[in-house]
T-cell receptor, first 110, second 110 residues
Framework: NAGVTQTPKFQVLKTGQSMTLQCAQDMNHNSMYWYRQDPGMGLRLIYY???????DKGEVPNGYNVSRLNKREFSLRLESAAPSQTSVYFCASSTVYGYTFGSGTRLTVV | SQQGEEDPQALSIQEGENATMNCSYKTSINNLQWYRQNSGRGLVHLIL?????REKHSGRLRVTLDTSKKSSSLLITASRAADTASYFC??????????FGSGTRLQVQP
């Protein structure tokens, strides 16, 4: 099925560890995004990529880096995880008609 | 900061009743979108209304937009237990990524 695939689905990290969240879409969309969702809240934008080769900071970029590897893939890296980064992370891609979201990565930093 | 704010934060109704959720936003927009999120899942796009439109329908969904009041409403008619979810409005302004509200949690009692 066409869509946005995120890996892993769950992850537990120790404070200071690093990891990369992977995201791939097979809909040939130009734009891709990383959001985080904290309990009882909406989504906050971390980074986005309007097209292959470009990335821009969102509302909450501190502590994260991204790579738009090609048109399909957009990864999010935590270099030194902190408990404040415990959250559910969603990747999305879009057309002018709306966004398609992945199923999320639930990350816990202990 | 979140552009859209939904009201109410939570809503509980009986199956068959109508559910109305409201969204207010702060700045000029290109379009406003509504998304549904089932517990533990990603967001699903429901409907998009452009800034020059006042009303739009999709199945049992009716969305209105009042740009003079910077507000929108989502009406779900003849609700079903399967409509139980969180509903988010999101606004698009310029070429920036979507900004999401904090959501309305809808519970439809069978």
């Amino acid at each position: 099925n066409a869509g946005v695939t995120q890996t892993p689905k769950f992850q537990v990290l120790k404070t200071g560890q690093s990891m990369t969240l992977q995201c791939a879409q097979d809909m040939n969309h130009n734009s891709m995004y990383w959001y985080r969702q904290d309990p009882g809240m909406g989504l906050r934008l971390i980074y986005y990529s309007a097209s292959e080769g470009t990335t821009d900071k969102g509302e909450v970029p501190n502590g994260y880096n991204v790579s738009r590897l090609n048109k399909r893939e957009f990864s999010l890296r935590l270099e030194s995880a902190a408990p404040s980064q415990t959250s559910v992370y969603f990747c999305a891609s879009s057309t002018v008609y709306g966004y398609t979201f992945g199923s999320g990565t639930r990350l816990t930093v202990v | 900061s979140q552009q859209g704010e939904e009201d109410p934060q939570a809503l509980s109704i009986q199956e068959g009743e109508n559910a109305t959720m409201n969204c207010s936003y702060k700045t000029s927009i290109n379009n406003l979108q509504w998304y549904r999120q089932n517990s533990g899942r990603g967001l699903v796009h429901l409907i998009l209304i452009r800034s020059n439109e006042r009303e739009k329908h999709s199945g049992r969904l009716r969305v209105t937009l009042d740009t003079s009041k910077k507000s929108s409403s989502l009406l779900i008619t003849a609700s079903r237990a399967a409509d139980t979810a969180s509903y988010f409005c999101a606004t698009s302004a310029g070429r920036r990524a979507l900004t999401f509200g904090s959501g309305t949690r809808l519970q439809v009692q069978p």
